[in-house]
């Protein structure tokens, strides 16, 4: 499926939250602030997480309230494409799990395929036309947030995080729309 030549876009900064939980090594405020602050603009003030030996991973961010009330209940889900920068210290760290959660729930695809780089990147997940395994009706998008984890595939490392965006794909009718979120 494919997305129509002409869409609208809607683009919103939205107070949202982020907290960590389960096992593994702590996040923290890298340059000062707040991991929400941190992770709401793209100015190289980071949060860290180490990653000291193969397998072990750091906490779960959890990123909740992305503020997608707006879109209508009727709306079909075509996609949500999330995009993170970052990078990784020594180049071994890499994502253990990026899934989608709805009112806290894990669901859908798991999107964690990502070896990060010493070099700052953005990497996305999923697309405006993947909907990472959730049903396209019925979906409270009010609810919709996102956990993601990472892990050392060898030695110690450290994973910076900077930016984090969401954006959904929905139609209503013939309309097709897409909706930015960014934690602000």
Same mark, same amino acid.
């Given at each position: 499926m494919s997305l129509a030549k002409e869409y609208f876009i809607e683009t919103a900064a939205v107070a949202g939250t982020v907290t960590q939980s389960g096992s593994g090594n702590a996040w923290g405020p890298g340059g000062g602030g707040t991991l929400q602050s941190n992770l709401a603009i793209s100015d190289n003030t980071r949060t860290v997480s180490s990653v000291a030996n193969p397998g072990s991973a750091t906490r779960v961010i959890e990123l909740r309230d992305f503020g997608f009330p707006?879109?209508?209940?009727?709306?079909?889900?075509? &996609? !949500?494409?999330? $995009?993170?920068? #970052?990078?990784?210290? *020594?180049?071994?760290?890499?994502?253990?799990?990026?899934?989608?959660?709805?009112?806290?729930?894990?669901?859908?695809?798991?999107?964690?395929?990502?070896?990060?780089?010493?070099?700052?990147?953005?990497?996305?997940?999923?697309?405006?036309?993947?909907?990472?395994?959730?049903?396209?009706? &019925? !979906?409270?998008? $009010?609810?919709? #947030?996102?956990?993601? *984890?990472?892990?050392?595939?060898?030695?110690?490392?450290f994973m910076f995080l900077d930016h984090v965006t969401a954006q959904i794909a929905y139609r209503c009718g013939s309309r097709v729309s897409v909706a930015t979120a960014v934690l602000g």
């Amino acid at each position: 499926m494919s997305l129509a030549k002409e869409y609208f876009i809607e683009t919103a900064a939205v107070a949202g939250t982020v907290t960590q939980s389960g096992s593994g090594n702590a996040w923290g405020p890298g340059g000062g602030g707040t991991l929400q602050s941190n992770l709401a603009i793209s100015d190289n003030t980071r949060t860290v997480s180490s990653v000291a030996n193969p397998g072990s991973a750091t906490r779960v961010i959890e990123l909740r309230d992305f503020g997608f009330p707006s879109l209508p209940a009727r709306a079909q889900l075509l &996609g !949500i494409l999330l $995009s993170v920068e #970052g990078l990784s210290n *020594s180049g071994v760290a890499q994502d253990k799990s990026i899934r989608v959660t709805l009112d806290g729930v894990e669901t859908g695809d798991d999107k964690a395929t990502h070896t990060w780089s010493i070099i700052e990147e953005v990497v996305t997940y999923g697309a405006l036309n993947d909907a990472w395994k959730i049903g396209p009706f &019925g !979906i409270d998008y $009010s609810a919709i #947030g996102f956990n993601l *984890s990472y892990q050392s595939t060898g030695g110690a490392d450290f994973m910076f995080l900077d930016h984090v965006t969401a954006q959904i794909a929905y139609r209503c009718g013939s309309r097709v729309s897409v909706a930015t979120a960014v934690l602000g």
